[in-house]
């Protein structure tokens, strides 16, 4: 199964990103709307495929995780669009950097195979290097902390990379949740919710 340990912001700012979504989807139409009905907004921090067997020892890794962690800010604004996807940027503060990091050494070893690639990645040997050593790349290398709206654009003339405008998010963090995603790494499913 395809996982990702993820951040989840509070029901009201998901319902917000998910009415932005659906208008965005508008003037860039795309296969994937995050519209907090189908697909769940939420900040990753890691990408995993396992098996379900393993989801009890998972479980037992976020509590693990969650023992030294305090609520935490969020903020993020500037709304970026790459060659297939529109996000709302996070600010990368030292914690959610630490987290991340604490996440990737935590459940790389439960890993049992590696994500499915859908972007086309230049295989350097740092990229090789993430894929040998924890499955993914997404939230290894330069990791940058985001909330994806869109994903896979029915359209070509949109996959210019750029800024498509603001939306000020601001929020007190205090639920990490194991999800399950879908070939794109969209949340289709949120298994278990831990709080903060």
């Known amino acids: 199964m395809l996982l990702d340990i993820v951040i989840l912001p509070p029901v009201s700012?998901?319902?917000?990103?998910?009415?932005?979504?659906s208008h965005l989807n508008h003037q860039y139409?795309?296969?994937?709307?995050?519209?907090?009905?189908?697909?769940?907004p939420h900040i990753s921090l890691y990408h995993f495929y396992t098996l379900p067997?393993?989801?009890?020892?998972?479980?037992a890794v976020v509590k693990k995780i969650l023992s030294n962690?305090?609520?935490?800010?969020?903020?993020?604004?500037l709304l970026k669009k790459g060659r297939y996807s529109i996000g709302l940027e996070i600010?990368?503060?030292?914690?959610?950097?630490?987290?991340?990091?604490?996440?990737?050494?935590?459940?790389?070893?439960?890993?049992?195979r590696s994500m499915p690639s859908t972007f086309e990645y230049k295989m350097t040997?740092?990229?090789?290097?993430?894929?040998?050593?924890?499955?993914?790349?997404?939230?290894?290398?330069?990791?940058e902390p985001?909330?994806?709206?869109?994903?896979?654009?029915?359209?070509?003339?949109v996959k210019e990379k750029g800024s498509v405008g603001t939306y000020p998010v601001n929020f007190r963090a205090n639920e990490i949740a194991i999800t399950e995603?879908?070939?794109?790494?969209?949340?289709?499913?949120?298994?278990?919710r831990f709080r903060v």
């Open 125 to 143: 040997r740092q990229v090789k290097q993430a894929i040998k050593n924890y499955g993914t790349v997404g939230t290894v290398i330069n990791y």
């Open 181 to 192: 995603v879908n070939k794109w790494y969209q949340v289709t499913r949120i298994l278990k």
């Open 91 to 112: 600010q990368k503060s030292k914690f959610i950097k630490r987290l991340n990091s604490a996440v990737l050494l935590q459940y790389a070893p439960l890993r049992t």
């Open 69 to 77: 962690i305090r609520p935490f800010s969020i903020k993020g604004a």
């Open 53 to 59: 067997k393993c989801l009890p020892l998972v479980e």
């Open 29 to 40: 139409p795309a296969r994937y709307v995050v519209d907090n009905k189908k697909l769940i």
């Open 146 to 157: 985001h909330i994806t709206l869109l994903a896979d654009f029915k359209l070509s003339r």
């Open 13 to 21: 700012v998901r319902r917000r990103l998910g009415k932005l979504a």
